[in-house]
C-alpha cells in the first residue's frame, strides 16, 4: 500500500462552522505533512509532525488546529475559516521527516 | 534560508521532442532533492528523488535528473516527451542542515507538450 488517503474530496463550509480534514497512510512512514495551495501556486507547508509530535508549525492562524492521534493518522481541525483560506489541502507522508513524501489527492475547501 | 528557483515559469515543446526544466537551489552543504509532477485537481506524484550516491538519478515516466553540486542545480530532463506529460512540475529540497527537515518547493514549470 503506497498510498495516502485523504477525506473527504472537497469541502464546502460557512465561516462559522467546524469541521475536519482526515489524511491515512498505511506505510509505516513516521512523518505527516499539511500542505496548503493556491491555484497556480506551490504548495505552502503548515504542519509537520515528526514521530507523532508536532515539529514544525510555519505560524499558521489559530483556526487551523492539526492533530495525529497516531503514527497513521493525521486531521485538520478548520474552525471560523475566512473565505481567502479557500484552497486544496494536501497531506503528506515520508518515511522520515525530509526524505521524498506521498502526497493525497488533496481536499478542496470552499469557505462561504 | 534556503531556497529553489525554477526560472520557467511554463515551457511549451512539441511531442516527442526533448525537454529540459531547470532548477537551481540555494547553496548548502547537505539537500535532498526531488522532482514532483501535479495534473490538474490532483495532489503531487514523486518522479525522482536525488539522496545520495550517484549524481544521475532515473525516475518514473522515463524521466531523469543530473545533481550537480558545483552549480547548485537539480535540472530534469526527459528525451521524448508525450502530450501526457502536460503537467505542472514541482522541484524541491530538503535542507538536512537547518535542522528542520522541512521542504522547500519551487515555484513550479508547467510543462505543454504540443501535438
Known amino acids: 500500500d503506497t498510498e495516502v488517503t485523504q477525506t473527504p474530496k472537497h469541502l464546502v463550509m460557512g465561516m462559522t462552522n467546524k469541521k475536519s480534514l482526515k489524511c491515512e497512510q498505511h506505510?509505516?512512514?513516521?512523518?505527516m505533512y499539511w500542505y496548503k495551495q493556491k491555484a497556480k501556486k506551490p504548495p505552502e507547508l503548515m504542519f509537520v509532525y515528526s514521530y507523532e509530535k508536532l515539529s514544525i508549525n510555519e505560524s499558521v492562524p489559530s483556526r487551523f488546529s492539526p492533530e495525529c492521534p497516531n503514527s497513521s493518522l493525521l486531521n485538520l481541525h478548520l474552525h471560523a475559516l475566512q473565505p481567502e483560506d479557500s484552497a486544496l489541502y494536501l497531506c503528506?507522508?515520508?518515511?522520515?521527516?525530509?526524505?521524498?513524501?506521498?502526497f493525497g489527492q488533496g481536499t478542496r475547501l470552499t469557505v462561504v | 534560508a534556503q531556497s529553489v528557483t525554477q526560472l520557467d515559469s511554463q515551457v511549451p515543446v512539441f511531442e516527442e521532442a526533448p525537454v529540459e526544466l531547470r532548477c537551481n537551489y540555494s547553496s548548502s552543504v547537505s539537500v535532498y532533492l526531488f522532482w514532483y509532477v501535479q495534473y490538474p485537481n490532483q495532489g503531487l506524484q514523486l518522479l525522482l528523488k536525488?539522496?545520495?550516491?550517484?549524481?544521475l538519478v532515473k525516475g518514473i515516466n522515463g524521466f531523469e535528473a543530473e545533481f550537480n553540486k558545483s552549480q547548485t542545480s537539480f535540472h530534469l530532463r526527459k528525451p521524448s516527451v508525450h502530450i501526457s506529460d502536460t503537467a505542472e512540475y514541482f522541484c524541491?529540497?530538503?535542507?538536512?542542515?537547518?535542522?528542520?527537515?522541512?521542504?522547500?518547493f519551487g515555484t513550479g514549470t508547467r510543462l505543454k507538450v504540443l501535438a
Open positions: 524541491a529540497v530538503s535542507d538536512l542542515s537547518s535542522g528542520t527537515y522541512k521542504y522547500i
Open positions: 536525488y539522496l545520495s550516491g550517484s549524481t
Open positions: 506505510m509505516g512512514h513516521r512523518a
Open positions: 503528506a507522508s515520508s518515511p522520515l521527516a525530509g526524505t521524498e513524501a506521498f
